[in-house]
Structure formats: C-alpha cells, structure tokens
C-alpha cells in the first residue's frame, strides 16, 4: 500500500509539472512560419501563347504544300503546310508580338518567279499583332504577286531555304 501511495503521488506531480510548463509560454506569442520559397506574382496570361489560325493560297488551286513562317524582330517560326484544295489551312502557336506571315511552296526554292504569300492588309505584306492568349482566326495568307512578276519583295526564309524576292516586273 505504501508503494501505491508514493506512485499515486509521482504521477500526480509529472502531470502538474506538465501543466505548469504547457501554462508557462501562453504569454509568448507563436513564431510566424517563414515560407521558403520566393512569392512570385501571378500573371497566368504573361508567358501564354497566342494562337493563329488561318489558310494559305496562291493564284490557283489546289494549294501545294508550303512552308509557312512567322518572323518578328525577336523570333521566328516555321511550319510545314500540307497540300490542300481549294486552300491549305494551318494554326500555330506563338509568343506575343508583332509577325510578318509569309510562305513558299514547298519544291519552289531554285525557280526565278517562284510563287510566295503573305498576309497582308492591302498592298505588300502586313504585320499581324497577337497578344497573350489570344486566339487569330481566318488569316488569310494569299499570293500578292504574280506567278510571272515580283512587285512585292519578300525576305528570304530566315532558316535560308527559300531565297528573297526582290520586284522585278520588266
């Protein structure tokens, strides 16, 4: 019995013990939890791509399979088009900027008045704006020269497969 007395006694002092330490930080305030990694702010549509959609032609059907490309001072793409009638239709993906559309037939590379496209909003070849996200659709990148004269120039392909065209209608 004198055993159990003095157990008693010990678990009785382990438990104030432990409620006198539990009871000793209440006036300490809790440390904030310091995240480790770094807050970056989010633009979600800052890095999206913008999506252009469009069809290519030339003076007559059918649209043989082009090489398409997207240049802007910064960048450039380039896309293979598949043969199509009466137009071949293309969509791709790219940063936003400023892009000057052109194309070539594919197997056109070594002929003097070899057929090219552009997009363009009237005379020569345009610039299409794309912002981030944004969907382009009914691009039209069409034949702005004839098959037999060079009245707009056109810059060469900017991987060198298709030289440029300069005018050329004497």
Same mark, same amino acid.
Request: with cysteine; charged share 15%.
């Given at each position: 019995?004198?055993?159990?007395?003095?157990?008693?006694?010990?678990?009785?002092?382990?438990?104030?013990?432990?409620?006198?330490?539990?009871?000793? *930080?209440?006036? #300490?305030?809790? @440390?904030? !939890?310091?995240? %480790?990694?770094? $807050?970056?702010?989010?633009? /979600?549509?800052?890095?999206?791509?913008?999506?252009?959609? *469009?069809?290519? #032609?030339?003076? @007559?059907? !059918?649209?043989? %399979?082009?090489? $398409?490309?997207?240049?802007? /001072?910064?960048?450039?793409?380039?896309?293979?088009?598949?043969?199509?009638?009466?137009?071949?239709?293309?969509?791709?993906?790219?940063?936003?900027?400023?892009?000057?559309?052109?194309?070539?037939?594919?197997?056109?590379?070594?002929?003097?008045?070899?057929?090219?496209?552009?997009?363009?909003?009237?005379?020569?070849?345009?610039?299409?704006?794309?912002?981030?996200?944004?969907?382009?659709?009914?691009?039209?990148?069409?034949?702005?020269?004839?098959?037999?004269?060079?009245?707009?120039?056109?810059?060469?392909?900017?991987?060198?497969?298709?030289?440029?065209?300069?005018?050329?209608?004497?």
């Amino acid at each position: 019995m004198k055993r159990l007395k003095h157990f008693s006694s010990v678990l009785w002092l382990i438990l104030a013990m432990g409620l006198l330490l539990s009871l000793a *930080g209440c006036d #300490t305030p809790l @440390a904030t !939890p310091v995240s %480790t990694t770094a $807050l970056v702010q989010d633009t /979600p549509t800052a890095k999206t791509p913008a999506t252009i959609r *469009g069809i290519i #032609t030339y003076q @007559a059907p !059918p649209t043989p %399979t082009s090489m $398409l490309y997207l240049i802007s /001072p910064e960048r450039w793409y380039s896309l293979e088009v598949p043969s199509a009638s009466p137009s071949s239709t293309f969509e791709m993906q790219v940063a936003p900027g400023i892009y000057q559309l052109i194309a070539f037939p594919v197997g056109s590379e070594t002929e003097k008045f070899r057929p090219a496209a552009a997009y363009t909003t009237g005379s020569g070849i345009g610039a299409l704006t794309v912002s981030s996200g944004q969907v382009v659709e009914g691009i039209h990148v069409q034949n702005i020269n004839s098959d037999n004269c060079v009245t707009y120039n056109f810059p060469a392909s900017p991987d060198g497969r298709f030289p440029g065209l300069e005018e050329d209608c004497d």
